[in-house]
């Protein structure tokens, strides 16, 4: 099965950079997700890794370690409306069905 | 673009009382999932489908929840009897699973409360 690891909360600066991380251990790895949710909101789909290495996409990069079990999150200049939840998530089986972290609350502070 | 779509967006009931949930999922979209949320919780997959068929239903809780996909652009949740410990944000998503990593779109959700 899958067990995925995230801190609860961060809180970083305006302008600032902050790096998200997440543990998993899963007994088949097909990919790595991650997911934004604000608040009363429905997750939306920000990045995917399949191999070792950074993805870049803008403000947002993710970074995944298969044989570390690791994956990252950054979040480059900041803005307030980066606070949000976010979500790593790990395919399972058929790659169809994903497994979600609890999430890690961000807030962007002035 | 539509993206999913679920209804209703709130519902508010009563103990003992039948809830369904509805969801059309992305057109030519082929796997449906559905979640349920809560702070406790988290994000919480209950079944999925692909091709219409239910594939896995190990997170529904009990035998009060149900999941039906009678066609490709239609799914229903229901709850029968509710309880107020089924209090949550219920979200439907879709992927195309022919691709070798789908992704999962959302719903708005249906936020459930029961008194």
């Known amino acids: 099965g899958q067990n995925i690891d995230q801190p609860t909360e961060m809180t970083a600066t305006e302008g600032a950079i902050v790096q998200i991380n997440c543990t998993y251990q899963t007994s088949g790895f097909n990919g790595l997700f991650w997911y934004q949710q604000h608040a009363g909101e429905a997750p939306t789909f920000l990045s995917y890794n399949v191999l070792d290495g950074l993805e870049e996409k803008g403000r947002f990069s993710s970074f995944l370690s298969r044989s570390k079990g690791y994956s990252y999150l950054l979040l480059k200049e900041l803005q307030m409306k980066d606070s949000a939840s976010y979500l790593c998530a790990v395919p399972t089986g058929t790659a169809s069905k994903l497994t979600f972290g609890t999430g890690t609350r961000l807030q962007v502070t002035l | 673009d539509a993206g999913v779509i679920q209804s209703p967006r709130h519902e508010v009931t009563e103990m003992g009382q039948e809830v369904t949930l509805r969801c059309k999922p992305i057109s030519g979209h082929n796997s449906l999932f559905w979640y349920r949320q809560t702070m406790m919780r988290g994000l919480e997959l209950l079944i999925y489908f692909n091709n219409n068929v239910p594939i896995d239903d190990s997170g529904m809780p009990e035998d009060r929840f149900s999941a039906k996909m009678p066609n490709a652009s239609f799914s229903t949740l229901k709850i029968q009897p509710s309880e107020p410990r089924d209090s949550a944000v219920y979200f439907c998503?879709?992927?195309?699973?022919?691709?070798?990593?789908?992704?999962?779109?959302f719903g708005p959700g249906t936020r459930l409360t029961v008194l």
């Open positions: 998503a879709s992927s195309l699973a022919a691709v070798r990593l789908p992704t999962q779109y």
